[in-house]
């Protein structure tokens, strides 16, 4: 009798099923089900995946793999480096803010500082971060220093818990938290504790890092790199699945024919040009950037102040601004700061071009006495090459004609920018005319001036004979451990004072900064407070990724 039942129900849900189904070929109007209308488009018509949000940069130039000790230390060696690497403090649009701290302790003698770190902070291969990358990242900076940031302040770095580290300094710094704690990139100790030689290694798991994005590939021959999000980013959710960053000759034209959609390395008058155009937004910035004369002061004639006096008279700065860069600038002080920084000392009197006044000073010291209508110092004729970038074409025939009109013979040896800087780092040249960040932020930077340049990045410090003042030196260590801050402008205010009473380098001039980008694909850039670290003066804030807003369908 079961058997029988069951059979009949099987029977009845059979003929019931059968019916359901002619009924519904019979009637094509009738709605279907929730479980077969999912069917039904899972069949038929499979959800699309999400479209790959991948956003498109533009470099400064090809500054190599990406590694603290591989990339270029210029600025542009900096941008790719920090989407990988995170910071213990950093900086968003408004100034410094926490990032792997999310806290920190200052001493009573303010040589202490004892960070606080956020928990559950993961490097992008999975491998937990914790103070001790912390004290290994400034143990092997000691070992194998960074250009672009410098620990020489350091005295220890110890480790009290897992998200806990004391780092002492030898002496009272006061930019450290902006020049250093939001400069040096944490490396992961599992990795490079293995690595003898960080100068050479380019495995791809020296890419280590906490941030935001990591690095897919690298094209060494294009200068092209590829990142992917990092989707286990502590800070908060990275708005692109990927970013792809390179070089082009032409951004504007880039951008507008949507090529790329930031063009961060556009001229500023190519900038501005673009207000206007529709889903683009033209920001400007501060530049923190200096175009200025150096002098090897192995040239014996370049150790007369007299010399050195009559050069800043030859030159005509302003024009220089109006001919050579569009006006996209400003003429340089012979304070060497900019106006724009509220450190800015404005009681020093700039020289003002003045061709006679030139002439009269070099009256005093050398002479043109064979007639060729140039002068000799003690026997010598002043003839010098001049160190320029190919870039500085226009630059370099506006010196020329200066100093000529003058007695000085210039000739030019224009090379690539990164020949240029690394020739006046080893002190390779007579005279030289180059540009360079770093500019920005605390006036830590007028460390390059100095001899000693505890604090200055690599890539602004000449090498060489330079110009010696005990004066200066005491006065920029002084301004370095002052707490009280009127004080400290007191100081910074003197060694305004003193480079421009002493010529030891020549202010050219303070460029302008503007950028353009497609808002219709990526909104939210901005500039950073006085710089990405020591003042990079790019729109490529790793935390305009998180912060900004994906726009594009």
């Not at 069949?43 to 400064?60: F, G, N, S």
């Not at 990092?230 to 880039?254: C, H, R």
């Not at 002043?382 to 003058?406: H, N, P, R």
Request: aromatic share 10%.
């Amino acid at each position: 009798m079961k058997r029988f039942i069951a059979l009949m129900m099987v029977l009845a849900m059979s003929l019931s099923l059968f019916a359901g189904c002619a009924k519904e070929e019979e009637t094509t109007t009738a709605a279907p089900t929730t479980a077969a209308t999912e069917a039904t488009k899972a069949t038929e018509a499979p959800t699309e995946a999400p479209k790959e949000r991948v956003l498109r940069i533009d470099a400064m130039m090809n500054s190599g793999f990406p590694a603290p000790h591989t990339t270029s230390p210029k600025g542009a060696g900096y941008v790719p480096l920090q989407f990988i690497y995170d910071t213990l403090m950093w900086k968003d649009a408004s100034g410094i803010i926490p990032l792997l701290a999310k806290s920190y302790d200052v001493s009573s003698d303010s040589k202490t500082y004892t960070f606080h770190l956020n928990e559950g902070v993961k490097f992008n291969d999975g491998t937990p971060f914790t103070a001790e990358d912390v004290k290994f990242t400034f143990d092997y900076f000691a070992k194998f220093p960074y250009s672009w940031v410098s620990t020489e302040k350091v005295k220890e770095v110890r480790v009290v818990d897992e998200v806990t580290v004391e780092i002492e300094l030898n002496e009272v710094y006061v930019p450290f938290i902006t020049d250093i704690a939001a400069s040096v990139p944490m490396l992961p100790k599992h990795v490079f504790e293995k690595v003898e030689d960080p100068t050479t290694y380019t495995e791809m798991d020296a890419l280590t890092g906490t941030g935001p994005m990591k690095l897919e590939s690298y094209d060494p021959e294009a200068g092209v790199w590829v990142f992917v999000k990092n989707a286990d980013y502590f800070y908060g959710e990275v708005q692109v699945d990927k970013m792809i960053l390179s070089q082009y000759e032409d951004p504007k034209t880039a951008l507008l024919n949507g090529d790329i959609d930031v063009a961060a390395t556009t001229s500023f008058k190519q900038a501005l040009s673009m207000e206007g155009e529709e889903n683009i937004t033209v920001l400007q910035g501060p530049s923190l950037w200096l175009s200025r004369i150096l002098l090897n002061f192995d040239e014996p004639a370049f150790n007369e102040l007299a010399v050195r006096e009559a050069m800043v008279y030859a030159i005509d700065r302003e024009a220089i601004v109006k001919k050579a860069y569009n006006g996209a600038g400003i003429a340089g002080t012979d304070g060497f700061m900019d106006p724009s920084s509220p450190y800015f000392n404005d009681k020093v009197v700039s020289r003002t071009y003045d061709e006679a006044k030139a002439n009269e000073l070099l009256d005093t010291v050398a002479k043109d006495t064979d007639g060729d209508g140039i002068r000799e110092y003690k026997g010598k004729k002043m003839s010098y090459e001049l160190l320029i970038s190919e870039a500085d074409e226009a630059l370099a025939e506006l010196l020329k004609a200066y100093f000529g009109a003058v007695g000085i013979e210039l000739t030019a040896k224009a090379t690539d920018d990164n020949t240029v800087k690394q020739l006046i780092q080893e002190g390779s040249f007579t005279i030289c005319a180059n540009g360079h960040g770093s500019f920005g932020g605390d006036p830590k930077y007028m460390a390059n001036i100095a001899t000693k340049t505890a604090g200055a990045a690599k890539i602004t410090v000449q090498g060489g004979n330079r110009w010696k003042s005990d004066e200066y030196d005491q006065t920029m260590a002084a301004s370095l451990s002052e707490l009280d801050q009127a004080k400290r402008e007191e100081l910074v205010d003197k060694l305004q004072q003193l480079i421009a009473d002493n010529v030891p380098t020549i202010p050219l001039y303070y460029k302008n900064n503007a950028c353009a980008y497609n808002n219709s694909v990526y909104d939210g850039f901005f500039y950073t407070a006085d710089g990405i670290s020591s003042g990079i003066p790019y729109i490529y804030n790793k935390l305009v990724l998180v912060t900004g807003e994906w726009k594009a369908n």
